[in-house]
Structures are given as structure tokens and as C-alpha cells.
């Protein structure tokens, strides 16, 4: 099995995939792993999570990892953090983990799509709990961790948003949840 390159669209290589397939690339992004040599599929450890107080805990085997303008990989994990309500991460090729953000319920809690890096070079993704009605979040976060609630679901537009929000023509954000 042949990996696809990591780049901003690595969601839509991954869907194409079969189950076996995807299932190797979610145990290879979870313990994220980093392809060494594509000819030889060896594969080298960033990081080792939840090994320091405040690690990321759980990098979503269900979200993606994307790779940022700036060669650094971003993702998020369903725990961790200094609520232990998840986090946004990035991790650079030498394996240093950097928290952008920790989730504390008034934002959102328990993000679970990974990221989408939309054409702005910024970040976006949904909580799948809290936030101000208490039904998540979608969110919009720079790579020097700035968040911002784009919006916040109440049960009247839907709820738990599971899937992460997709860029769409003209740079709309299209529901993915």
C-alpha cells in the first residue's frame, strides 16, 4: 500500500481508500508515525503522547492531520490539555509537540474531525460537545493558536458535529457534520 503525500486535501485521497486501508493510515496517523522512506515503508515516531502534564491525549484517530504553510503538521486530540477537554496540536518534522489551544467547554469540548486548513492558511474544526448551548462548535484557529467560535450549534441546527467542516468554491465553509 502506497501512502498518499500529506498535503492540505489529504481528507479526499482518504476517503477513497478501502477499510483496511484507512485503518492502516488511522493507526499510523494516531501514533503518529512519520513515513521515513516511501520505497522501504519504514516508519519513524514523532512523539509519544500524553507523556508530559498537558499533552494532547488521544489524537483522533477519526480526524485528520493536516499539513500548515509552514511544513508543520495540525491535528487535534478528543483529550488532553488543561481541562482535559482536547486540544489543538501541531507537531514539527523534528517531533516537537506544541498545544495551540486547549478546549474548555465555553469554546467547545471533545474535538473529534481533526482540521481542515482552509485557503485563508487558516485552521477549521468542530467540537463535538459544550460551547455556549451546550451542542458544540465550529471553529476557526491560526497557526500561532488564536481560536475563534465560528459558530455555535443549539440543538435547532443540528448537534455533536462529528465531521470537519470542508472549504467549498469561492472559500465558503460547507457543513461536513
Known amino acids: 500500500m502506497t501512502m498518499p503525500m500529506l498535503n492540505a486535501n489529504l ?18 496517523l494516531a501514533c503518529f ?66 498545544v495551540l489551544y486547549s478546549f474548555d467547554g465555553v469554546t467547545g469540548a471533545f474535538p473529534s474531525s481533526g482540521l481542515t486548513l482552509g485557503s485563508d492558511g487558516n485552521f477549521y474544526g468542530t467540537t463535538f460537545e459544550n460551547g455556549p448551548s451546550n451542542y458544540g462548535t465550529v471553529f476557526k484557529i491560526t497557526s500561532g493558536g488564536k481560536l475563534t467560535v465560528l459558530h455555535a450549534f443549539d440543538s435547532t441546527d443540528g448537534e455533536g458535529p462529528w465531521g470537519a467542516p470542508v472549504q467549498g468554491h469561492g472559500r465558503r465553509l460547507l457543513r461536513n457534520y
Open 11 to 28: 481528507s479526499t485521497e482518504f476517503m477513497k481508500m478501502r477499510g483496511a486501508q484507512r485503518a492502516g493510515i488511522i493507526l499510523a
Open 33 to 98: 508515525l512519520m513515513l521515513a522512506s516511501s520505497a522501504g515503508a519504514q516508519f519513524t515516531p514523532l512523539y509519544n503522547f500524553g507523556t508530559h502534564a498537558g499533552d494532547p491525549v488521544h489524537p483522533n484517530y477519526a480526524g485528520f492531520v493536516v499539513q500548515g504553510r509552514d511544513g508543520n503538521l495540525y491535528s487535534t486530540s478528543y483529550d488532553g490539555g488543561t481541562d482535559n477537554a482536547g486540544t489543538v496540536f501541531k507537531v514539527t518534522p523534528a517531533g516537537q509537540v506544541t
